[in-house]
C-alpha cells in the first residue's frame, strides 16, 4: 500500500515567518512530487512540483526532495495571512498514467 | 485555470439511484482522473483515462464506473448510489501520464446520498 504522510496540525505561524510543511512517503519508485494548496470548499490548486533531489524555489516557496529518505518538504517565506489553507503532499509513481497519491494535507493558519 | 468544468456542482439523491457525474475539460488534455474526498481520508483516486475509451481502476473504484466517448468528456456513474458515496468529487487532467505529468483539478462535484 503506497501511503503518504503529512502532519494534520493545525500548524500556527505568525505573520512574516517562515512556515515549514513535511510530508513523507512510502514508495521509493516514486518519481514526482506535487504540493498542492486548497482553500475551505475549494479544489486543490497546484503550488509547485519537483523531480530531482535537492531544493527549488518558485517566488517565496521552496520545495526540498531527499529521495533517500523519502522526504519532502514546502517552506513559504514571508507567510501572508492569505497563505492559510490546507497544504496537500501528492505523490506519483514511477511512470505511467497512474494517479495521485494524497496525502490527508496539513492544515497551516498564519496569524497576523 | 485550466479549462475543467464538472456538472452537476451539487446533488442531492437518495440510496439506490444512479448518479452520473460529468467532467469536460477543453484542454485536449489525453489524462483524465476522478478522485473522491473526505474527511480523514484525503483524496483517493476512483478511476482515470488514458485516452477515449481506454479507463482503469483506481484506489476506490468499487461501486463506480467510469465512461470517455470523447477526449474531453470523462464520465463517472454511481451505478446504485449509497450513503457511503457521499463526498466531494474532484475531476482532474494531465497533460501527459508520464512521472513528470501535472494534475489539474476541476471545482468539484458535492454528492449527498440520503
Not at chain 2, 32 to 60: A, C, F
Not at chain 2, 77 to 102: D, H, P, R
Amino acid at each position: 500500500q503506497k501511503e503518504v504522510e503529512q502532519n494534520s496540525g493545525p500548524l500556527s505561524v505568525p505573520e512574516g515567518a517562515i512556515a515549514s510543511l513535511n510530508c513523507t512517503y512510502s514508495d521509493r519508485g516514486s518519481q514526482s512530487f506535487f504540493w498542492y494548496r486548497q482553500y475551505s470548499g475549494k479544489s486543490p490548486e497546484l503550488i509547485m512540483f519537483i523531480y530531482s533531489n535537492g531544493d527549488k524555489e518558485d517566488g517565496r516557496f521552496t520545495a526540498q526532495l531527499n529521495k533517500a529518505s523519502q522526504y519532502v518538504s514546502l517552506l513559504i517565506r514571508d507567510s501572508q495571512p492569505s497563505d492559510s489553507a490546507t497544504y496537500l503532499c501528492a505523490v506519483q509513481p514511477g511512470g505511467g498514467a497512474d494517479g495521485l497519491t494524497f496525502g490527508k494535507g496539513t492544515h497551516l493558519i498564519i496569524q497576523p | 485555470d485550466a479549462g475543467i468544468t464538472q456538472s452537476p456542482r451539487h446533488k442531492v439523491t437518495e440510496t439506490g439511484t444512479p448518479v452520473t457525474l460529468r467532467c469536460h475539460q477543453t484542454e485536449n488534455h489525453r489524462y483524465m482522473y476522478w478522485y473522491r474526498q473526505d474527511p480523514g481520508h484525503g483524496l483517493r483516486l476512483i478511476h482515470y483515462s488514458y485516452g477515449v475509451k481506454d479507463t482503469d481502476k483506481g484506489e476506490v473504484s468499487d461501486g463506480y464506473s467510469v465512461s470517455r466517448s470523447k477526449t474531453e468528456d470523462f464520465l463517472l456513474t454511481l451505478e446504485s448510489a449509497t450513503s457511503s458515496q457521499t463526498s466531494v468529487y474532484f475531476c482532474a487532467i494531465s497533460e501527459t501520464g508520464t512521472a513528470q505529468g501535472t494534475q489539474y483539478f476541476g471545482p468539484g462535484t458535492r454528492l449527498l446520498v440520503l
